[in-house]
């Protein structure tokens, strides 16, 4: 037989496979339009799918989060009591805000909860998450008793802390006594209040604090510590120059959400515990707030330091983003 047989022979079988690639081929290319370009797909669906998705959480803003705020917005310029019809005051609200010393040394006193609670809240919580990020015997039960607070309600929490703090039967000065020191009033002294609600919100948001460093630390890849072991790093130096420049970003994201924590969350604590007391010692912005408009009914007053404080939350906030950002990328 000669090539030129062959090569007959072969051609229609090569013509073939041929030609059934190249309709493979045509039939996995997207389709293109009339102008050439490929057409698109499942773009419409993907939009109506994320539509429906995020349509439920759009509502709960607009109706719990943005309804009130025109709302406060709209009576910070009027005067009213709950009785009768509101009276236009124009921006004398707000003149007497800023003219209001009680209200800046609640002001003070927010700036001091924040100061003793959000950066040992974010160490103590990295410090946490990397013990119980080990596999030692006692890990599960530590990690139970850190998560407690996370089930537990915040005026539950609140209850029982006052009963720790509690002079003579209070398990704090229980224990204290044993080394032979003697009780102390914390929550009625006015320089033990403030320290002593601080160190219950501090544990109070510790759990979410552990989570959040916790996620972060299972994505540190395991090469990087066998690394740093064979160059004979002890575990704080390991900590130093490989797990903590690993979690900044995490870090960054819980000093932002403890800021607002504290900023705007201390309320509840303080009005179960120590209801602002003693001499105001424990008074911050939120319940000067809530004091004003259900204690006092002065609605249009507060409806403007409602605002105030939204607007130091979102500025502070947004400071704090872009600091640690910056750091973050020098960093790295």
């Not at 910070?76 to 009591?81: A, E, G, I, K």
């Not at 990295?126 to 537990?152: E, Q, W």
Request: aromatic share 10%.
């Amino acid at each position: 037989m000669t090539s030129s047989q062959t090569m007959d022979e072969a051609t229609p079988f090569a013509g073939a496979v041929e030609g059934r690639v190249v309709d493979e081929s045509s039939a996995t290319r997207p389709r293109r339009s009339g102008s050439g370009r490929p057409r698109k797909r499942g773009t419409r669906e993907d939009g109506l799918s994320a539509l429906v998705l995020v349509t439920p959480n759009l509502v709960l803003f607009a109706v719990f989060i943005l309804l009130p705020g025109v709302v406060a917005l709209g009576l910070s310029f009027f005067t009213w009591n709950l009785t009768g019809d509101p009276t236009w005051a124009g921006i004398s609200n707000y003149e007497r805000m800023f003219a209001d010393q009680a209200m800046w040394s609640a002001l003070v006193r927010t700036c001091y909860f924040l100061v003793l609670g959000v950066i040992p809240t974010v160490l103590i919580g990295f410090m946490l998450a990397v013990l119980i990020n080990v596999n030692l015997p006692a890990v599960g039960a530590l990690r139970v008793l850190f998560f407690i607070p996370m089930v537990v309600s915040v005026a539950v929490s609140a209850v029982l802390w006052t009963r720790v703090y509690a002079r003579d039967s209070g398990l704090l000065n229980a224990v204290l006594g044993w080394f032979g020191v003697p009780s102390v009033d914390w929550l009625n002294n006015p320089a033990t209040a403030l320290p002593a609600v601080t160190l219950m919100l501090v544990w109070l948001s510790l759990p979410l604090v552990i989570i959040l460093y916790l996620a972060a630390l299972q994505r540190i890849p395991r090469e990087l510590y066998e690394a740093s072991s064979l160059d004979g790093a002890g575990p704080v130096r390991t900590i130093w120059q490989i797990t903590w420049p690993n979690v900044s970003g995490a870090t960054a994201l819980l000093i932002v959400i403890q800021f607002v924590n504290f900023l705007s969350g201390t309320f509840e604590v303080t009005l179960i515990m120590t209801q602002g007391g003693p001499l105001r010692s424990t008074e911050n912005l939120a319940l000067y707030i809530y004091k004003m408009a259900f204690e006092r009914f002065d609605i249009g007053y507060a409806s403007a330091l409602t605002l105030f404080q939204s607007v130091l939350i979102i500025a502070a906030a947004a400071g704090i983003r872009a600091l640690t950002t910056g750091i973050r990328q020098r960093s790295s």
